[in-house]
């Protein structure tokens, strides 16, 4: 990497040109305001192989013109967040749990990012003035057991704000799980310090658990494990949660792989998420059949521990549902089932009123 580049982060298409020989797509995209802004910190960059214009890494983070093409159906809140929003922070989705839109800074962007209606969008970290109006709700709604840090991501405040912001929410509701949602251990591992373990390590009445965005295997280089571990061996264990991306980690070999290395690295293949239909992501998203039989074949290949739940969030906030093949093919009324086996053979299970058990 160019020592000029070493801890900086490009933030314009002019500056990326400096480093990185730009493809016909790559320089005709428009930088404007309405679009999401370029954010691709020295660390990520490095991993990048500038000699592949189609590297995995590069397609993650380098603009295109695709981006600015938007196509049928899709629309910047796919998921209605908006919809179900209490107030411009704070959504309430499921009747469980809510999220909290810390802020809408990341340390680098994403191309295939979904909440791009709100992320990179220069609004700022929460006031305390929302975070405790978000504690106040939460507190008010008992049914509520879990909240979301997410945004943008909450690695981008400081230490003290963090703290801040968790002891408000803990101090409304003390046995509130906490999801610290970021993508930080892969996009600029060194973020996460002993200290904020240390502080995070205070807040003791619940448990938390970091939720990581890992999308190929060259993304878990040895910094990246040992930022994960920080958490681990303080006790926050580490789910992962890839998006299924067009030319990024569409293959099985990628995906097991990817798979494999988490469970290895004490982190749990969460979700494979197909893309959402957020404008300027069509080039991302994966055929839903394609991605059904990518399920498929994981599933041939890897160890429950080691195999994510293959989802969708539904438009018109219809939520997450699960995407495989279904094995339970027929029952004949009688009370026995028949199952395709992953590797299609044919099973029979019998419930209990077919062998006169009660």
């Given at each position: ?10 933030t ?42 189609l ?28 919809e179900?929003?209490?107030n ?9 749990r809510?999220?909290?839109?810390v ?10 990012c979904?909440?791009r ?32 840090l ?17 002891s408000?929410?803990r ?15 892969a996009?600029y ?13 205070k807040?003791t ?39 299924l ?21 004490r ?24 991605g059904?039989e ?29 995407l ?7 029952t ?16 029979t ?10």
């Amino acid at each position: 990497m160019n020592e000029k580049l070493q801890g900086r982060t490009i933030t314009s298409m002019a500056q990326l040109s400096e480093h990185l020989e730009l493809s016909d797509e790559e320089k005709a995209f428009q930088e404007e305001k309405k679009y999401l802004p370029v954010a691709i910190p020295s660390y990520f960059f490095s991993l990048i192989n500038p000699d592949d214009p189609l590297d995995p890494l590069r397609r993650q983070v380098v603009p295109t013109v695709h981006e600015q093409i938007e196509e049928t159906l899709e629309d910047m809140d796919p998921l209605e967040e908006v919809e179900y929003s209490v107030n411009d922070r704070l959504i309430h989705r499921y009747t469980s749990r809510v999220a909290f839109l810390v802020t809408d800074i990341c340390p680098m962007y994403c191309r295939h990012c979904f909440r791009r209606r709100f992320t990179g969008t220069f609004q700022g970290p929460a006031t305390r003035e929302q975070i405790e109006s978000a504690a106040s709700y939460i507190q008010q709604h008992p049914k509520i057991t879990e909240i979301l840090l997410t945004g943008g991501d909450m690695m981008t405040l400081s230490d003290t704000r963090i703290d801040e912001m968790i002891s408000i929410f803990r101090s409304a509701c003390p046995h509130l799980v906490i999801r610290l949602c970021t993508r930080t251990p892969a996009s600029y591992p060194a973020r996460i310090t002993n200290n904020l373990i240390s502080m995070l390590k205070k807040h003791t009445t619940a448990p938390f658990y970091v939720m990581t965005q890992f999308n190929h295997p060259r993304e878990l280089t040895e910094q990246a494990k040992e930022a994960i571990a920080k958490f681990v061996n303080a006790g926050i264990p580490a789910m992962n949660q890839t998006v299924l991306l067009r030319g990024v980690n569409d293959d099985v070999d990628t995906l097991e792989s990817l798979c494999n290395a988490l469970v290895f690295a004490r982190v749990k293949p969460y979700y494979l998420f197909q893309g959402d239909l957020v404008s300027g992501t069509a080039h991302f998203r994966v055929p839903l059949q394609k991605g059904m039989e990518l399920e498929q074949e994981l599933r041939k290949r890897l160890s429950g521990l080691a195999m994510p739940v293959y989802a969708i969030d539904l438009p018109q906030g219809g939520g997450k549902v699960p995407l495989s093949k279904k094995y339970v093919e027929e029952t004949n009324g009688c009370g026995l089932w028949t199952f395709t086996t992953v590797e299609g053979d044919k099973r029979t299970y019998a419930d209990p009123e077919t062998t006169g058990q009660r």
